[in-house]
């Protein structure tokens, strides 16, 4: 017996071929199934009602068996025949873990696995889920178990090394395994030439950050000379948030740039893993094969020169989601949902649909772009998100939030993006209410369990219909995709997406309807500890807007200071008063500036570290 093809399933082989053929083969078998024959040398050889024969050689492919249908590339008659070969009985497959560096050069190859060993001076964590293994910018299958003939990397290469490295990580035997030698430690100029700089800044302040620019470039591309991809990304948002301050631009966010320079100062400082806390060794960007996306919505923002969206797409053999940027200007006109992304691809059937794309390429940072051409094809989904792999599916809130909290605080782990956006299965939504003074819809859903979720939408001028779409659709949802957090202990999902009736709803993308009219609830206040961590946080931001030694700003941390002692926060009260202290002394002897930055940093760090445990994450 065949063991590889009586290990193909019908989703290896959907994924071997295309849904629709597995299904038109599984309705053939159904009414005439082929008449198999099996050699002695493993040959399976199936004849077929309508004449035609295809032969299954061992070793070899499907798409390169022949048949003498005379189709180009993949055929019917050869997923028939290995779906009615499968159906002999239950498969007994020996796993790759089996095969040793002998049986792998003689299956693809000895280049290739010379090639792999190669790879090994960089890291390779990867995620070994059943018969998938999951690397940062690719994923292997093995279809077929140990018949390698079988295996399908979704990289464009034809031979590529990702089939070595994932066999070497079965074989390893654990859940999470991570390949190759430690990144060399980067280099200690770069990340403190960064932190110097981003520290001047700080002293002049944020708003007068001009002169800082090339001081800043200078910074980022010593530390992308040494491999520090997070810190790097850090400093070009950072350069972003000063240009849109300077061009009074929507975008900018005082917050979000004081944010910036305390996450750098926290990765610098950080001890531990170099490719998580500063990325070295992330990797370049990966063109893919083919690549099968199912669309999770997407997010509008709004500029003063231009609209961007952000389109989420899962990618359920990887078991990520990854980000497509779309930007245009906003006097352009049209409708966002008619926007096209790529040839005969607009951006509503994108983020509600499901797309196959070819010579994609992803970014270490789940950021995509799609090639030039008709590489794309999108089609219509119903929204059965329960194919989706168990990362990107939330059945149960309860076993999310125990996830959410075993991770690392968010300025140490990876900077990669839409991290959080899930689907969550929804059994139950028992009140919906509006927030006039927030203008902001709430409502609390239940999953299946009775855990409760808090669903947010909040009113925007650039999706002037998402919250009527989302008002609309809740009392019919089953799911709902987004950012999933945590909030003072309480689940909070903003949709990006939801399915209702079969449909799928894109709240951002969603033209004019109906208001519903919804009951009126006042917006909950704050916790007192929330509501002084936020004080805290506003008063660090505007000592890094206008600068750290500015007037007031070290009476302002002295107060955010006494308030949070008295709730019992004493450690991070000491670090804003050690801030206050330095900046009183850098006033009088600006030779002092460094230790005002560098307890700035540290309080900064302290506040957010807070404020993520007094969220619970």
């Given amino acids: 017996m065949r063991a590889d093809l009586r290990a193909l399933t019908p989703e290896a082989l959907a994924a071997l071929a295309n849904p629709g053929l597995v299904k038109r083969a599984q309705r053939e078998n159904a009414a005439a199934p082929p008449a198999i024959e099996e050699a002695p ?3 399976v050889v199936g004849t077929f009602a309508d004449g035609a024969v295809a032969r299954l050689p061992p070793g070899v492919t499907l798409k390169d068996a022949p048949c003498t249908c005379g189709a180009v590339g993949m055929c019917r008659h050869r997923v028939a025949l290995a779906l009615a070969y499968a159906g002999g009985g239950a498969p007994t497959v020996a796993g790759p873990e089996t095969l040793d560096d002998a049986a792998l050069a003689r299956a693809l190859g000895a280049e290739r696995v010379r090639a792999a060993q190669t790879a090994l001076e960089q890291v390779w964590p990867a995620e070994v889920d059943g018969g998938t293994v999951r690397f940062e910018t690719c994923a292997v299958r093995f279809l077929a178990g140990a018949d390698l003939a079988h295996a399908r990397c979704d990289c464009a290469e034809a031979r590529c090394v990702h089939v070595v490295l994932a066999v070497w990580a079965v074989r390893a035997g654990a859940a999470r395994v991570t390949l190759g030698r430690a990144p060399a430690a980067p280099s200690a100029a770069a990340v403190g030439e960064a932190v110097d700089a981003v520290g001047r800044l700080l002293l002049d302040g944020l708003a007068h950050g001009g002169g800082h620019a ?22 070009d948002e950072l350069r972003q948030q000063l240009a849109g301050y300077a061009d009074r631009h929507a975008r900018h966010d005082a917050s979000h740039a004081a944010a910036l320079c305390a996450e750098l100062a926290t990765r610098a400082r950080a001890r531990g893993d170099a490719r998580a806390v500063l990325g070295v060794g992330a990797g370049g960007d990966t063109v893919l094969d083919t690549a099968r996306w199912i669309g999770l919505g997407a997010r509008l923002e709004a500029g003063e020169a231009d609209h961007v969206a952000e389109v989420y797409l ?7 989601v990854l980000v497509l940027p779309v930007r245009w200007p906003r006097d352009a006109g049209g409708e966002a949902a008619e926007r096209l992304v790529a040839p005969a691809v607009t951006l509503g059937r994108l983020a509600g649909g499901q797309a196959v794309s070819r010579k994609a390429v992803r ?24 194919a989706l792999p168990a990362a990107l599916r939330v059945e149960r809130v309860a076993a999310w939030r125990d996830r959410a909290r075993e991770r690392p605080p968010r300025w140490l782990r990876p900077r990669v993006r839409a991290e959080d956006v899930v689907a969550v299965r929804i059994a139950a939504v028992e009140r919906v209410t509006w927030s006039p003074g927030a203008q902001t819809l709430r409502a609390l859903a239940r999953d299946g369990a009775g855990d409760a979720i808090e669903v947010v939408a909040r009113w925007r001028a650039v999706a002037p219909h998402a919250v009527d779409a989302v008002a609309e659709a809740l009392p019919r949802t089953t799911w709902i995709a987004g950012p999933l ?6 689940a909070r999902l903003e949709p990006t997406a939801l ?8 709240p951002d993308l969603a033209g004019p309807r109906p208001s519903v009219r919804l009951p009126f609830a006042a917006t909950p206040p704050p916790s007192a500890l929330a509501e002084a961590l936020a004080d805290a946080a506003t008063a660090l931001a505007t000592a890094a807007h206008l600068g ?3 007037r007031d700003m070290d009476r302002r941390a002295d107060e955010a200071a006494a308030r949070l002692a008295a709730l019992g926060l004493a450690g991070v009260a000491t670090r804003l008063r050690a801030f206050a202290a330095a900046a009183r002394s850098a006033r009088l002897d600006p030779a002092r500036g460094p230790e005002a930055a560098r ?19």
């Fill in 499 to 506: 399915v209702a009736g079969g449909a799928v709803i894109l």
């Fill in 485 to 490: 957090t945590l909030s003072g202990g309480l």
């Fill in 214 to 235: 090339q001081a800043l470039d200078r910074a980022r591309d010593g530390l992308l000379a040494a491999g520090c991809a997070w810190p790097a990304a850090i400093l």
């Fill in 41 to 43: 040398d493993g040959l």
């Fill in 314 to 320: 899962a990618d359920p053999e990887a078991g990520v």
């Fill in 363 to 386: 970014r270490p940072d789940r950021v995509l772009r799609l090639p030039g051409g008709r590489h794309t094809t999108v089609l219509g989904q119903t929204g059965d998100w329960e």
């Fill in 548 to 550: 750290l030694c500015a």
């Fill in 599 to 617: 307890a700035w940093a540290i309080a900064a760090t302290r506040v957010h570290l807070a404020t993520e445990r007094a969220d619970g994450a």
